[in-house]
């Protein structure tokens, strides 16, 4: 079965710092990954996903995720936080198991930005 | 082009009701997913429906069920409800898997109160 961890329940950055959050998974096979974004009482926004190819991913907000087999990780990254980036993040896999392709979530970890 | 819509918002129910909840998901997909995300904690599969059957399902009692209908919207059905069933429900919809890789885009969600 598939898991995911996310060491990091809550993390404190300055804005205009640079920003890891981290995420380490659990999966038989090749790994989707995904990096989603909740902002208080809403639903969950995707920021970016890692398929196959590049290691390196590019998402929305100027996000960027880094996928690395041996370290079975998958660390999202920001090279300058903007308050409006407070929310909590939410790392996720994809399993294809079953004919379906249900996702397994992280517990997640709160970002609070300081002004 | 419509996202995923969730109704209704929020819901307040009494220990022992039934509650159905509903999703259309976005323009084009097919698939629909149920997540349950209780206070502090990250989205849990329920199950997912495809072609109006249910074909992958999680860990949940069979007081959980579900229904997609030929326009591929969803209906989440909850009987018997526990003090424990109060969450975020959140809609997932994607397209088939022939066609993606498991990409999942998110409804708001229907906030349970059980009382």
């Known amino acids: 079965a598939q898991s995911v961890t996310q060491p990091d329940i809550h993390i404190t950055v300055s804005e205009g710092a640079s920003l890891e959050l981290r995420c380490n998974y659990s999966y038989g096979a090749t790994p989707y990954l995904f990096w989603y974004v909740q902002s208080p009482g809403q639903g969950l926004q995707l920021l970016l996903k890692?398929?196959?190819?590049?290691?390196l991913v590019q998402g929305i907000k100027g996000f960027e995720a880094e996928f690395k087999r041996s370290q079975s990780s998958f660390n999202l990254r920001k090279p300058s936080v903007h308050w409006s980036d407070a929310a909590e993040y939410f790392c996720a896999v994809g399993a294809l198991t079953g004919g379906g392709n249900k996702l397994t979530f992280g517990t997640g970890t709160q970002l609070k930005v300081e002004l | 082009d419509a996202g995923v819509t969730q109704s209704p918002t929020h819901l307040i129910k009494t220990r022992g009701q039934q509650v159905t909840l509903r999703c259309s998901p976005k323009s084009g997909h097919d698939t629909v997913s149920w997540y349950q995300q209780a206070l502090g904690q990250g989205p849990q599969f329920i199950f997912q429906y495809y072609e109006e059957e249910e074909r992958q399902r999680g860990n949940f009692p069979d007081r959980f069920s579900g229904h997609q209908f030929p326009n591929y919207s969803s209906e989440l059905n909850v009987n018997a409800l526990l003090l424990g069933d109060s969450a975020l429900y959140l809609c997932?919809?994607?397209?088939?898997?022939?066609?993606?890789?498991?990409?999942?885009?998110f409804g708001p969600g229907t906030r349970l109160t059980v009382t």
């Open positions: 997932a919809s994607s397209l088939d898997l022939l066609t993606s890789a498991g990409e999942q885009y």
């Open positions: 890692y398929f196959s190819g590049d290691t």
